[in-house]
């Protein structure tokens, strides 16, 4: 099994930043579909992100220009950078990974074996 964890959340005002990250340690094969995702109390967990094993990258349209998605290997660590946050991106965040080189563009937002256990992003 792979174990995640989430780090670098946070309160912040609108307009701020956050980097998310996401340590796999112990984790040494690249060849994972990686996703962030993120959730509010009463709602569906929502795809926001992915990255796959050639570094091709996924956005849902709500975070695209504003977030960017990053992994580096040598340090088996995930990463979300968040620019320009608004109220509406108030929600736990969680990362996770799924079997497989590619995310595919099709499924990106589903499938995934392993998850964090979250870390709080709140905008005011």
């Known amino acids: 099994d792979v174990q995640l964890v989430e780090s670098g959340g946070g309160s912040v005002p609108a307009g701020g930043s956050l980097r998310l990250s996401c340590a796999a340690p112990?984790?040494?094969?690249?060849?994972?579909?990686m996703g962030w995702f993120r959730q509010v109390p009463g709602n569906q967990r929502e795809g926001i992100a992915a990255?796959?094993?050639?570094?091709?990258?996924f956005y849902a349209d709500s975070v695209k220009d504003r977030f960017t998605i990053s992994r580096d290997t040598s340090k088996n660590t995930l990463y979300l950078e968040m620019n320009s946050l608004k109220p509406e991106d108030t929600a736990m965040y969680y990362c996770?990974?799924?079997?497989?080189?590619?995310?595919?563009?099709?499924?990106?937002?589903?499938?995934?074996?392993?998850w964090g256990q979250g870390t709080q992003v709140t905008v005011s």
């Open positions: 996770a990974f799924r079997h497989g080189y590619y995310c595919y563009s099709e499924s990106w937002t589903r499938g995934y074996d392993y």
């Open positions: 112990g984790y040494t094969n690249s060849d994972y579909c």
């Open positions: 990255i796959d094993g050639v570094a091709t990258m």
